[in-house]
């Protein structure tokens, strides 16, 4: 989970082969008029997400172990996925504003514009202390990112 352009692709994709389980990138689930407003630069509201976050947690539910890159900004929306995935453990992709929006110009062909930044942080709730969660810093080469959620949940298991 993160803003646009934290990395949940990259990052997901690369644990994904290191455990060797599946990734599904979540923006693949958004309807049409989503990502169609997206492009236009126009934040979604709540009740645009309910039916991505729908498809995000019967994806999950769906699948023995899977990893989704699903940006899952508010605490609502993370308990949405819960309610209909059940266990799910969230590793948060945290970064500065600065390293986000240079990844953001840099990247090609994604629809969400960086334009938008600023209202992801705004919808921004970072997971509380009652949350089964893994929070990692960003600004590093996606392999230490990898090695740094994977410590992190070894950590939660040892608890």
């Given at each position: 989970m993160g803003v646009a352009g934290s990395g949940k692709t990259s990052v997901g994709q690369a644990l994904a082969a290191r455990i060797g389980i599946a990734?599904?990138?979540?923006?693949?689930l958004h309807p049409p008029g989503n990502i169609a407003r997206m492009a236009r630069g126009e934040p979604l509201t709540d009740e645009d997400r309910w039916p991505w976050l729908a498809r995000?947690?019967?994806?999950l539910a769906a699948e023995e172990a899977l990893i989704l890159?699903?940006?899952a900004l508010k605490r609502v929306y993370r308990d949405r996925i819960r309610d209909a995935a059940g266990e799910v453990i969230f590793v948060h992709l945290s970064g500065s504003r600065r390293v986000i929006a240079a990844r953001m110009r840099a990247r090609e062909g994604h629809f969400m514009p960086a334009s938008l930044l600023d209202?992801?942080?705004?919808?921004l709730e970072p997971p509380g202390p009652d949350e089964a969660a893994v929070t990692v810093d960003i600004d590093q080469p996606v392999e230490a990112v990898v090695s740094d959620i994977l410590r992190g949940l070894q950590a939660m298991r040892t608890r």
């Open positions: 990734y599904r990138d979540g923006d693949d995000v947690g019967q994806a890159g699903c940006s209202s992801q942080f705004a919808a």
